[in-house]
């Protein structure tokens, strides 16, 4: 079967939970005789170029995608970036047809409109929750006093991104947070920090790239449980099923 894996990064570029999730699982299905590919975006240089390179590596193909951050680092850029996705579907051109494309991370700078990328080029999408970035900015359900979140909300969101973690707290900086909140609950989407109205418009949009998805599966039963609870906040109607534990790897 021919493989693509959607992830952060892969090592050496990138030495994460996630990265490392994705080189076990791409190497893993190598060695059983699939043919694997991964694509990723990695941060660029001085230019606002848009570069792909490819390399063999372990047997496998990666293809990083090297992006320049656009000026002010756009809030909606987090989470849809039209270049990622017109690069994903001239690799597909290129190197497909891909049979399954296996997603090790989606938001945190991957674009969700790579599921529709690689949907529009006939691959079974497949979706790892590695971690809760459909869900939650932050990643990991947790709140800027590392409480547990019940789930999104447009304007708790846009409130608790603003707020710093217990461990980068520094006085003057905090109040001039707290002055931008109370200005962008008023900008709507007419800036590049998060209001309420750009969370909002950012559970629209993962809900349908979600919709999409073939197939979830989580790494660990907890991840699942709570994924399965989320899913009516982050995506309409019933949908696949969530897979989670040691059961949950792809054959």
Request: glycine content about 12%; proline content about 9%.
């Amino acid at each position: 079967m021919r493989i693509l894996f959607v992830t952060r990064g892969f090592p050496p570029e990138g030495r994460w939970g996630s990265e490392g999730y994705a080189h076990d699982l791409a190497l893993g299905l190598a060695a059983e005789g699939h043919e694997v590919e991964v694509f990723f975006p990695v941060p660029g240089g001085g230019s606002a170029r848009v570069g792909q390179r490819s390399r063999p590596l372990g047997g496998i193909w990666i293809h990083p995608l090297e992006l320049q951050r656009r000026p002010g680092k756009p809030f909606r850029d987090s989470y849809e970036d039209p270049r990622q996705d017109q690069a994903l579907a001239e690799l597909c051109e290129r190197r497909g047809p891909f049979q399954r494309v296996h997603f090790t991370a989606l938001g945190g700078e991957v674009s969700f409109g790579l599921v529709r990328a690689a949907k529009d080029h006939g691959a079974e999408v497949l979706v790892h929750l590695t971690e809760f970035l459909p869900w939650c900015h932050r990643g990991q359900l947790l709140d800027a006093e590392l409480d547990d979140c019940t789930g999104p909300e447009p304007r708790k969101c846009a409130a608790c991104v603003l707020r710093p973690g217990p461990w980068g707290r520094r006085g003057v900086v905090d109040r001039m947070r707290r002055v931008a909140q109370r200005v962008l609950f008023t900008l709507g989407e007419r800036t590049a920090l998060a209001s309420p109205a750009a969370f909002a418009l950012r559970e629209v949009e993962v809900a349908a790239a979600l919709a999409r998805v073939d197939r979830f599966f989580a790494p660990s039963e907890a991840i699942g449980l709570r994924a399965v609870e989320l899913r009516p906040a982050g995506r309409p109607g019933r949908g696949p099923a969530v897979r989670s534990g040691p059961s949950a790897r792809p054959a």
